[in-house]
């Protein structure tokens, strides 16, 4: 199993970035898959999940409406678009893989989740 980030960088206020997170040695249909991100000094933070039918997603309430996760099964990637960003935004995403098919109510919770990407960093700044 092997999760892979890419996308990150910098952008000013507003901006917008699209994060990959390419897996390999699974497939998507058989776990969700969620993103994280850590910000200096601070614990990992769950952002979003997307379950293993792609019908159910999740997302912390500082990114709704703003970030949108989605994925391509062809490709065997998950996307984290992510919209209006703020200097808040500012952290090393991270993608992983959930130990079960369903994001569930505690789809945050970094022990639910066994494969984890290398991380990919995200700096909004003017």
């Known amino acids: 199993v092997q999760l892979v980030e890419s996308g990150g960088g910098l952008v000013q206020p507003g901006g917008s970035l699209r994060l990959s997170c390419a897996a390999s040695?699974?497939?998507?249909?058989?776990?969700?898959i969620g993103w994280f991100r850590q910000a200096p000094g601070k614990e990992r933070e769950g952002v979003s999940c997307i379950s293993s039918s792609g019908g159910t997603t999740k997302y912390v309430d500082s990114v709704k409406g703003r970030f949108t996760i989605s994925r391509d099964i062809a490709k065997n990637t998950v996307y984290l678009q992510m919209n209006s960003l703020k200097p808040e935004d500012t952290a090393v995403y991270f993608c992983?893989?959930?130990?079960?098919?369903?994001?569930?109510?505690?789809?945050?919770?970094?022990?639910?989740?066994?494969?984890w990407g290398q991380g990919t960093q995200v700096t909004v700044s003017t």
């Open positions: 040695g699974f497939t998507l249909d058989s776990n969700a």
């Open positions: 992983a893989r959930r130990r079960f098919a369903s994001c569930g109510a505690n789809y945050d919770s970094t022990t639910e989740y066994g494969y």
